[in-house]
């Protein structure tokens, strides 16, 4: 039925109006008492056996939504209605800024895939702190919170401006991500190499840990799949050196190689970065590279080209704890996040695994064994 819904409605309409106004229906419907607990029992039934801890945290599954989707963290308890075991919100810039003008985001309907630079456009750090401070939630979930470098800000004083963001937003997350792996913020990535990543994660972690008492926030960072292997090797041994809590893989991708010839090559030739199928494969590689590399000291969030339940599943089995998804989303609609519960649990019944948590990496420890 969203198929249809999404031909004859999403599909003509510019690909930003329409994700405003789908985030628009999905808050509204989270408003109204009897309508979200009426969703909320039909699009996110819980399943005992995929209950999850990853860093401290139990939630009541793996699977979430990733960053980019609700970066102002409007809609968290809309789209905890919707199924989603954690929600990360942002990335969220120290400073607020507009994004890249558009347009900046693109459907490849063929490739079931999505191009954007949106240039991380977002309320900034300190209004999203005071959403999160006020926000009375009526669904439990996990709320991630992913910051990001604002653009202005020369690449000189990037860790002041992660630090600030962190200083404001750390007591609201359950997780907090540094996001080094967008490919719309001129110089992000270069931040993954690890003379600068080591300083910049070192000076989060404090933020946080002087910012936020009582408790210690997990800090993750995310990367991209166009890291040569070397490069993904050295950001897990610095993971496990730091102490850091996860890794989440990955970002968008700048290649267009996996693309195929359906799309219409106007389309493909944007700039920005690609999500959705053809993004699966090389992710899938990520993870299981660091999981190799990393294995139980370091929880390792499986995201980029998932679609549907044997997805997710071989996201598990290849390391990840987590997994999420956002593209997908656009082209499946509400009951994504059902049919992967669904699927997931069953292939765990039929699985040689008692739990989730013994499934994780199952598959990429034969490998290396
Ligand atoms: C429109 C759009 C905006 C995104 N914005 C962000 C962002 O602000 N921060 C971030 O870390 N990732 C962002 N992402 C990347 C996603 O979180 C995810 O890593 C990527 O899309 C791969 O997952 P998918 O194939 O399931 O979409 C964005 C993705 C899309 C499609």
């Known amino acids: 039925m969203y198929k249809i819904f999404f031909q004859l409605v999403f599909r003509r309409m510019d690909p930003e109006r329409a994700h405003h106004l789908a985030v628009r229906w999905i808050r509204c419907a989270a408003r109204v008492p009897v309508l979200r607990t009426f969703v909320a029992a039909a699009l996110a039934p819980r399943f005992e056996e995929l209950r999850t801890e990853a860093f401290g945290l139990r939630m009541h599954g793996p699977f979430g939504l990733a960053a980019g989707f609700d970066k102002n963290a409007v809609a968290v308890d809309g789209m905890a209605m919707l199924g989603f075991d954690h929600v990360e919100i942002g990335t969220v810039t120290g400073e607020p800024q507009p994004g890249n003008p558009p347009k900046r985001l693109f459907r490849l309907v063929p490739d079931r895939a999505l191009i954007n630079r949106m240039g991380f456009n977002n309320e900034g750090s300190a209004s999203v702190a005071a959403r999160l401070a006020a926000r009375r939630a009526v669904f439990r979930t996990t709320v991630g919170v992913n910051i990001g470098k604002t653009k202005v800000v020369p690449e000189s004083e990037a ?100 693309l195929g010839l359906a799309s219409d090559p106007a389309l493909t030739a944007e700039t920005g970065g690609l999500s959705g199928a053809p993004l699966k494969a090389r992710s899938l590689e990520v993870l299981r590279r660091l999981y190799a590399r990393v294995g139980d000291r370091v929880t390792l969030v499986g995201v980029g080209g998932v679609e549907d339940a044997e997805d997710a599943w071989q996201r598990v089995l290849a390391g990840a704890t987590l997994v999420q998804g956002y593209s997908a989303f656009i082209y499946r609609g509400p009951f994504w996040s059902r049919a992967i519960h669904q699927g997931l649990a069953a292939r765990l019944a039929l699985s040689p695994y008692a739990t989730l948590a013994e499934a994780v990496g199952a598959d990429t420890r034969k490998v290396t064994a």
């Open 159 to 258: 860790t002041a401006d992660y630090v600030r963001s962190t200083e404001r937003l750390a007591r609201h997350a359950d997780y907090l991500v540094v996001n080094v792996s967008s490919p719309n913020t001129p110089g992000l990535r270069g931040l993954q190499a690890v003379d600068q990543l080591r300083p910049l994660l070192t000076a989060v972690r404090e933020a946080a840990d002087r910012t936020v008492t009582g408790r210690r926030v997990p800090l993750l960072v995310k990367i991209a799949p166009d890291l040569a292997d070397e490069d993904i090797d050295a950001v897990a041994d610095l993971a496990v050196e730091l102490g850091l809590d996860g890794i989440i893989a990955t970002n968008t991708t700048v290649a267009r190689d996996t």
